[in-house]
Nanobody, 112 residues
Framework: QVQLVESGGGLVQPGGSLRLSCTASGRIFIFGWDRQAPGKQRELVTSITGGGRTNYADFVKGRFTVSRDNAKTTVYLQMNSLKPGDKAVYYC?????????WGQGTQVTVSS
């Protein structure tokens, strides 16, 4: 069983930046971030494989950057140029050995 611990959420003004982190208790092959806004379905934000291949949703391209450490146990989500529409609970997810795991979520609020 792999545990995922997220951190880095908070309140930021429009145009500001936040950096989310997610640390796994074991080695992970693929990491991703989802988000869920109030009253909306959860949606994929980004993912990164063990080889460093990344994928981004169109609504964050050019603003968000995903990266991971060399030990492949921590993933980061650098969020720049944040908009009010980015307000959501952000969930880290991870895949390893055919199993999927999710973190508890971290709140991101973009408001002036």
């Amino acid at each position: 069983q792999v545990q995922l611990v997220e951190s880095g959420g908070g309140l930021v003004q429009p145009g500001g930046s936040l950096r989310l982190s997610c640390t796994a208790s074991g080695r992970i092959f693929i990491f991703g971030w989802d988000r869920q806004a109030p009253g909306k379905q959860r949606e994929l934000v980004t993912s990164i494989t063990g080889g460093g291949r990344t994928n981004y949703a169109d609504f964050v391209k050019g603003r968000f950057t995903v990266s991971r450490d060399n030990a492949k146990t921590t993933v980061y989500l650098q969020m720049n140029s944040l908009k009010p529409g980015d307000k959501a609970v952000y969930y880290c997810n991870a895949g390893s050995a055919g199993k999927s795991y999710w973190g508890q979520g971290t709140q991101v609020t973009v408001s002036s």
